[in-house]
């Protein structure tokens, strides 16, 4: 999975833990999504796009292969 | 731990248990209970002493916990099969043997708590250099744990059914296997600490720019 998760949050000026604090999770969760290393669910992914103003489809994308 | 509620109700029957074993004189079993409820509480501990409230139990946590516990049972069930297999033999009536075994198993045990606890924080501090360390370290231990399970059956069988010792097995079921165990046990822990130092000064270090931006 790509993320831009942090391209976006560093647009928006916010740090890990204002981001994490505004969706729900530990900072952990947002540092592990940022790399790609985590695969939220539908629920979280649409909560941290709303958090950062886009939609979905621009911060997670999926490699075909 | 979702709530305080829950957290208090945990704290109180540990407390319970803890001066039941005082009082039972079972003193290694009280230690082993406090340390036990201090490593899987310490993020509750921590965040109620700092920021007065319990660290948010989010989806991937919570998926983690299924999980650590799930594997911890699998584990455990097969260590004690195996272990008993083994102690039926005639490979650990020598006392240091059974020591060395007792050990060895613990040690596994400790060192696969102490990774699932900690792996999450430590991991996003550690480079591709120091990720393949730890994973050589854990493949290294746990190869040495399958070798000395069938060292100790290949010495049992080999014993039972030819009627022949050979000391070959037992030399590595009980120095080499456990030498091997040790070292990458301790070179993961190490590895997983520098990683948790490095997780305590990227919070400090943020804590910091965030009091500055403000």
Redesign the interface.
């Known amino acids: 999975m790509k993320t831009r998760v942090r391209e976006y949050r560093a647009g928006c000026g916010i740090?890990?833990?204002k981001l994490?604090e505004t969706v729900?999770?530990?900072r952990?969760?947002i540092?592990?999504l940022e790399?790609g290393k985590?695969n939220?669910?539908l629920?979280?992914a649409h909560h941290v796009a709303r958090a950062l103003g886009v939609g979905i489809e621009e911060i997670f994308s999926f490699d075909d292969e | 731990m979702k709530t305080k509620r829950t957290l208090v109700i945990l704290a109180v029957t540990a407390l319970v248990a803890a001066l039941l074993m005082l009082w039972l004189r079972a003193y290694y079993v009280f230690l082993a209970t406090v340390v036990g409820l201090l490593l899987l509480g310490h993020r509750e501990v921590w965040s109620l002493i700092r920021y007065r409230r319990l660290p948010v139990m989010d989806e991937r946590v919570r998926g983690n916990h299924v999980k650590a516990v799930r594997n911890a049972g699998v584990f455990f069930v097969i260590a004690a099969v195996l272990l008993m297999l083994v102690l039926s033999g005639d490979l650990l009536r020598n006392v240091l043997a059974a020591r060395i075994v007792a050990l060895l198993f613990l040690s596994v045990g400790a060192a696969y708590l102490f990774s699932y606890l900690y792996y999450d924080a430590a991991e996003p501090n550690l480079g591709q250099k120091a990720l393949r360390c730890l994973k050589v370290f854990m493949i290294t231990a746990g190869i040495a744990v399958a070798v000395f399970i069938a060292s100790s059956i290949l010495q049992n069988a080999i014993g039972g059914v030819l009627g022949i010792e050979r000391r070959v097995f037992l030399f590595f079921a009980m120095v080499i296997c456990p030498a091997t165990v040790a070292v990458g046990l301790l070179g993961s822990v190490v590895v997983l600490c520098k990683g948790l130092i490095g997780n305590l000064r990227n919070k400090d270090e943020e804590s910091e720019a965030n009091e500055n931006e403000s």
């Open positions: 740090t890990q833990e994490a729900g999770v530990r952990e969760t540092i592990f790399k985590y939220p669910s629920r979280l």
